[in-house]
């Protein structure tokens, strides 16, 4: 167990020699602080930027995925419903043949959000893991059909299985599948107006999905991505408009590399920490 320590504090360590992004996050760590304190405080100490003038967005949280259809998904793909009770840290370790214990992370979000693209750069960039071959399933345009997937080796004994989502709807079951046995999420949100209808879709679903107990409990960072461009949505608008309020928020560009490096060791700690229940 001492080498696992030792490991997540060479992953702590690395975060700030190898990061070399401005800090964007604070908002984020403010917001967990906040909502593991006194969560009322939350939303009205948030002091809301309203979103840019003339901006279309999705006015009301109303359901856009179908709770039906996607509960029956979920039993499809085996997910199991467990209520917060039965969710123990450190009671979910399977071993391979080889003595592993395999760690699943999976990017969530809509289609375009930038999760392959994210992967990509992450399976290019991340130095201090040993990394598999990437797998992509996509079509000709580049659109993730099944899943991307590649295995990180933290050490001999712990693998990060880390695969992406096809994020367009009609892929809703090879999404939902995926989800089985996840350790750790990724919520790959688009900053794009026209998109927020999409992002509210998706993580609709997720909670449909994974059932709320599960999700309250999961190791899960959000990803606000595509801040290069110039219409990208506020920050804290998005974040109360996706209810995810509490929760380690980072704004990244994915094509740039930009927040993606300190968002994904975050999640690999927090899931690590979670599985083997240190
Ligand atoms: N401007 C900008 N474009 C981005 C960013 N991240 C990704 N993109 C672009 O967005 C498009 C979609 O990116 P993908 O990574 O394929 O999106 P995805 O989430 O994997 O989409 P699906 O596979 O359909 O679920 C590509 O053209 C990327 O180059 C970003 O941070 N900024
Ligand atoms: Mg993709």
């Known amino acids: ?32 602080k906040a909502k593991t304190t006194d969560s009322s405080k939350t939303v009205s100490s948030m002091n809301l930027t309203p979103p840019p003038n003339g901006t279309l967005i999705a006015s009301e949280k109303g359901m856009l995925i179908d709770r039906e259809v996607t509960t029956e998904l979920a039993q499809r793909a085996q997910i199991t419903r467990q ?3 039965e969710i123990v840290p450190g009671k979910a370790i399977k071993r391979d043949k080889q003595g592993r214990v395999h760690i ?35 079509d000709e345009l580049g659109r993730t059909t099944f899943f991307d997937f590649v295995p990180i080796a ?21 999404r939902i599948t995926v989800l089985r046995d996840v350790d750790g999420l990724i919520f790959m949100a688009d900053s794009q107006p026209e998109q927020m209808n999409e992002n509210l879709a998706s993580i609709q679903e997720l909670r449909i999905a994974l059932g709320t107990d599960r999700l309250s409990t999961m ?8 801040r290069d461009l110039p219409n990208a949505l506020p920050i804290d608008y998005m974040v ?39």
Request: net charge positive.
């Open 83 to 85: 209520r917060v009770e």
């Open 240 to 278: 109360r408009m996706l209810d995810l309020e509490g929760l380690p928020v980072f704004p990244t560009i994915a094509t740039e590399g930009k927040n993606l490096l300190r968002m994904f060791q975050r999640v690999l700690r927090d899931a690590l920490i979670f599985k083997i229940g240190i």
């Open 154 to 174: 933290a050490n001999e004994k712990i693998v990060f299985d880390v695969f992406t989502v096809a994020g367009q709807r009609r892929h809703a079951q090879s």
């Open 219 to 226: 190791p899960i960072v959000v990803s606000l991505n595509k």
């Open 1 to 32: 167990m001492s080498r696992i320590k030792r490991w997540i504090s060479r992953l702590r360590g690395t975060s700030e020699e190898e990061n070399e992004i401005e800090s964007t996050e604070t908002s984020s760590e403010e917001h967990r």
């Open 104 to 138: 699943k992370i999976v990017f969530y979000g809509p289609s375009l959000s930038g999760k392959t693209t994210a992967l990509r750069w992450l399976f290019a960039n991340v130095r201090s893991l040993s990394k598999g071959k990437i797998v992509e399933i996509a």
